[in-house]
């Protein structure tokens, strides 16, 4: 089975660029989750959706950041404008609601903001 | 339930030798518990899992134990071998519903041949 799948694997951009990441949850899955992980903060929750629904994004950063999730098979983190303090590794997981709570993890995305 | 990277805690052991990694959380009310492997350059995989009325739980060569009264979650790692070298994080549900998790700073765990 596949699992989480998330794209590019590897971003490097300018400052001031925008950049939308990818994600596509394992099948069957309704719920997913974006994170940011740095060595500073570790794994952080961005935000999360529920049925295709945003339920919580109070960890995104600020307005520079949002998320879609316009199917069941599909989200985006967009950052514009990108800074270099946006530099660390996104990674998307994926759970099924009501079922376990347990989340599963993509390869990740790692930006690089210069 | 905040996590800090600045400097990991690092545990080294011989391959063949068990090895316990341990974790305190920050929430008395939180229900579910989940302890993610993670290789460089991957993203975290699940290990094991245990939910609060229980205070242990086997899998394969892992298991989990649970203190409630003290908040501390281990994990137990049987026979470590070379692939059980990994950074490992423990991480909780937020109670009341709602499905986030909040992970622990996690333990680079080194095995030596």
């Known amino acids: 089975d596949a699992g989480v799948i998330q794209s590019p694997r590897h971003e490097v951009t300018e400052m001031g660029q925008e950049v939308t990441l990818r994600c596509k949850p394992i099948?069957?899955?309704?719920?997913l989750f974006w994170y940011r992980q740095t060595m500073m903060r570790g794994l952080e929750l961005l935000i999360y959706?529920?049925?295709?629904?945003?339920?919580?994004d109070s960890g995104m950063p600020e307005d520079r950041f949002s998320a879609k999730m316009p199917n069941a098979s599909f989200s985006t983190l967009k950052i514009q404008p990108s800074e270099p303090r946006d530099s660390a590794v996104y990674f998307c997981?994926?759970?099924?609601?009501?079922?376990?709570?347990?989340?599963?993890f993509g390869p990740g995305t790692r930006l690089t903001v210069l | 339930g905040e996590s800090v990277g600045l400097h990991l805690p690092t545990l080294s052991v011989q391959e063949g030798d068990n090895s316990i990694i341990n974790c305190a959380y920050s929430?008395?009310?939180?229900?579910?518990f989940i302890w993610y492997k993670q290789e460089s350059g991957k993203g975290p995989q699940f290990i094991i899992d245990?939910?609060?009325?229980?205070d242990k739980r086997q899998g394969q060569r892992v298991t989990v134990l649970l203190n409630k009264t003290v908040k501390h979650l281990s994990l137990q790692i049987a026979a470590t071998q070379p692939g059980d070298s990994a950074v490992y994080f423990c991480?909780?549900?937020?109670?009341?519903?709602?499905?986030?998790?909040?992970f622990g700073q996690g333990t680079r765990l080194t095995i030596n041949p």
């Open positions: 997981a994926s759970s099924l609601l009501r079922g376990t709570d347990t989340q599963y």
């Open positions: 099948s069957g899955h309704n719920s």
């Open positions: 959706f529920n049925n295709n629904v945003p339920i919580d």
């Open positions: 929430n008395s009310a939180s229900d579910y």
């Open positions: 245990i939910r609060s009325n229980m």
């Open positions: 991480a909780e549900k937020i109670p009341l519903g709602a499905q986030k998790l909040v």
